[in-house]
């Protein structure tokens, strides 16, 4: 770089994401357990899309997403209207801090929160706030009181991504009424799904001008590899975000695909079910491993360990033995390793190699 070219204040502060590792060196059919990932892939039918796209690959995409979003409206009981698409739901985040948050401008999170929030601000220019949270869990009050003039944008995950906690829809509701009245809410509900009965914060984002919803095909539709979100609010806020999404930023073969898998939502129930048993299962073998983690309300455990060294020394004994987990220092979690619940097998696999590693101390 020259003196002369700079990029914009800020930009490099970015610490940049780092992904979950997918290989282990030496080890050739390593399970990965690193990414929140649904073990079962799309289903039948996504996948039946996306081969079809393959014959209209030299045609231009739409560029309103009408039938997708048509789908997903009907799937939840939304109005398609008030509904924007993105490449993951990491774009419609980078939307929102570019349309609303700037210089000067704050946006607020909570100290385990998702890392996209921060980085999407600091890209806007916008100063990061990260409020601590009670018990690895979002705490409304605190949030209320680290709000001001400045705030724009107030990120909540529900359920929170790496601790797998959340909160009751009336506490949420509480924060959005108590928020200074130029910020918006946005309810992060990548992990809604795993969540039986749960709206995502779909009714609190129909009703309130200042509540966003953002939800993503990446995880219980197993679409992560394919980069498919959308988010849902007012009129207004859809409306702007609109204004600065690419005409072309979802492909014909993205758009094919997530519609097919919202459609199916015999899919979606049954890899809920099957995450919520191997879920407790692998949260009480760890635990009688002296593992604790919280109830996890997600697709992961935040699995805790007596200190960092612990927790890396884990990590390390389980990459000896072909398991990728994550290690979330960068999350404030140092003593902690989210271990994604896989398919039965990896979730035996993984319980067994942490009783082992236990054993070995
Ligand atoms: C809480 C949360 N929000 C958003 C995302 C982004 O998902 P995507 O961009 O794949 O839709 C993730 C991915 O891990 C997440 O954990």
Known sequence: MTDHIRPQPGIMDI?????????????????????NENPFGPSDKTKEAFQRAVHKLHRYPNTDHASLRQAIGDAHGLDPERIICGVGSDEIIHFLCQAYAGPKDEVVFTEHGFLMYKISA?????????????????????????????????????????TGTMIGLPEIERLARGLPKQAILVIDGAYAEYVAGYDGGAGLASELPN???????????GLGGLRIGWGYGPQAIVDVLNRIRGPFNLSTAQLEAAEAAVRDQDHVD??????????AWLAESLAEKGVPSDTSTANFILARFADEVEANACDEYLQSQGLIVRRVSSYG???????????????????????QFKGLR
Do not use: W
Not at 270 to 279: K, L
């Open 15 to 35: 610490a940049p994401y780092q992904g979950g590792a997918a290989k282990v060196a030496g080890v050739s059919d390593a399970i990965k357990l690193s990414s």
């Open 122 to 162: 600091m890209a806007a220019g916008a100063t990061p706030v990260s409020v601590r949270e009670r018990d690895r869990t979002t705490d409304v009050d605190a949030i209320l009181k680290a709000c001001g003039k400045r705030t724009k944008l107030v990120f909540i995950a529900n359920p929170n991504n790496p």
């Open 211 to 221: 509540v966003f919803m953002t939800r993503t095909f990446s995880k219980i539709y």
């Open 270 to 279: 049954r890899c809920r079910e099957e995450n919520t048993r191997m879920r």
């Open 333 to 355: 979690l140092p003593h902690c390793l989210r271990i994604t619940v896989g398919d039965e097998a990896s979730c035996r696999r993984v319980a067994h190699a942490i009783g």
